[in-house]
């Protein structure tokens, strides 16, 4: 019986899933990562990630294509490729993490065929998605729209989306915090407490409200600070918020943890401002650890049942360029300007060995 599984699949999936294998308090989870070229799998983690590569046909024109992705993924199923994968996933403890970007190809087309087969096998999953941001091209958002709708259809209830940070390609701080969001959700941030506490039911019952979800966790030196960067790292983080009218219209459910020295105490104030901002909530588990934790103050935060985030509508309505001479005529000249016809004859004789050239009536 294998504990807890994550897969990760095209890049950006692969990536995440290496940030997690280097994580002590990860060390339980199984990691899988799917792709279609061999590069990340050389490169180095502290501990192993099951590598699958699917066939690299980049010679084909590979990017960014998702039927391309979910072709090469049901190739690969049909093939026996995957039964390891699935068998684990079956046995798995709690959700399946399932992470890839929604832009690109292999990981965004990949994805729907993966949670068709695990939903078809019973298995309960959760993807989370790595967005493109509103400055990122066109077709980047296509695939991503796309994604969303396909993973509609095939049944997915509990999400959780990321949106990449713009004008940058630098995704260490985001791919730590989608690690963060795993650490979380597999319940490793809630210490030992004989006062409140989230436990394993307690999180399969927040994980089970339909939406979006977002977690996190914050750390400051004292409550004050750790209020104020609660308040920051929800509105203003990589995974996307709500609005007041979306919160007046939805019911949420949360989890908030605390451990500190007096957390007890320090519980209410430290979540009073994101409470504010949350008039409907189901229920709210509370995780309440008293601990000196260094000297600093570290708060989870889950909120589920939240709405989908803002997609960028696009006009698929392309102003396609016109052929090189599209809509053009010939042009005739002035009739002074009638034209003799430029000739050229072989050299007759090797003599001068030149071609000869004359105007010709
Ligand atoms: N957060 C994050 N985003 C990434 C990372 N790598 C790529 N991206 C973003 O993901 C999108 C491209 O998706 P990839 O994951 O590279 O694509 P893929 O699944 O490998 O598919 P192909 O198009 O077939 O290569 C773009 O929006 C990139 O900005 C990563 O490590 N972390
Ligand atoms: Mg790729």
């Not at 969303?148 to 509990?158: D, M, R, S």
């Not at 790292?233 to 949420?252: H, L, M, N, R």
């Not at 000297?295 to 396609?320: C, D, M, Q, S």
């Amino acid at each position: 019986m294998i504990n807890r599984l994550c897969i990760g699949l095209g890049n950006a999936g692969a990536t995440i899933v290496r940030e997690i294998a280097d994580r002590s308090i990860l060390d339980d989870v199984k990691l899988y990562a799917i792709d279609s070229t061999t590069t990340n799998a050389t490169i180095h983690t502290t501990r192993d990630v099951n590598y699958l590569c699917t066939i690299s046909d980049e010679d084909q024109g590979s990017g960014r294509d998702r039927e391309r992705g979910a072709a090469m993924y049901r190739y690969h199923e049909s093939n026996g490729d995957f039964d390891e994968m699935y068998s684990d996933a079956i046995d798995a403890k709690g959700p399946v993490i399932l992470i890839t970007s929604a832009a690109g190809g292999t990981g965004s087309g990949s994805i729907v065929p993966l949670c068709k087969t695990l939903l078809g096998n019973g298995v309960e999953i959760i993807p989370v998605i790595v967005f493109p941001n509103q400055l990122d091209p066109i077709a980047y958002h296509l695939n991503a729209n796309d994604l969303l709708i396909e993973l509609g259809e095939v049944g997915i209830a509990t999400y959780s989306i990321f949106v990449n940070p713009a004008n940058t390609a630098d995704y260490t701080d985001i791919n730590n915090e989608v690690a963060n969001l795993v650490e979380i959700i597999f319940g490793k941030k809630y210490h030992a407490t004989s006062k409140d506490s989230i436990d394993d039911s307690d999180l399969k019952h927040i994980l089970e409200t339909p939406g979006r979800f977002i977690a996190l966790s914050v750390k400051a030196p004292d409550t004050n600070r750790l209020k104020k960067e609660i308040t920051r790292k929800v509105f203003s983080g990589y995974q996307p918020a709500w609005t007041d009218i979306q919160a007046q219209e939805c019911t949420f459910m949360k989890a908030f943890g605390l451990t500190s020295m007096f957390a007890a105490d320090d519980h209410t104030e430290v979540f009073s401002e994101l409470n504010a901002r949350i008039p409907n909530s189901y229920d709210e588990y509370k995780n309440v650890a008293e601990e000196d934790n260094n000297g600093v103050a570290e708060a989870t935060v889950i909120i589920a049942g939240l709405p989908r985030h803002e997609v960028k509508e696009i006009n698929t309505e392309f102003n396609e360029v016109k052929g090189i001479s599209e809509g053009m005529t010939r042009s005739t000249r002035p009739k002074f300007m009638k034209r003799k016809k430029a000739t050229i004859t072989k050299p007759q004789s090797t003599e001068d060995g030149k071609p000869k050239f004359e105007w010709k009536e």
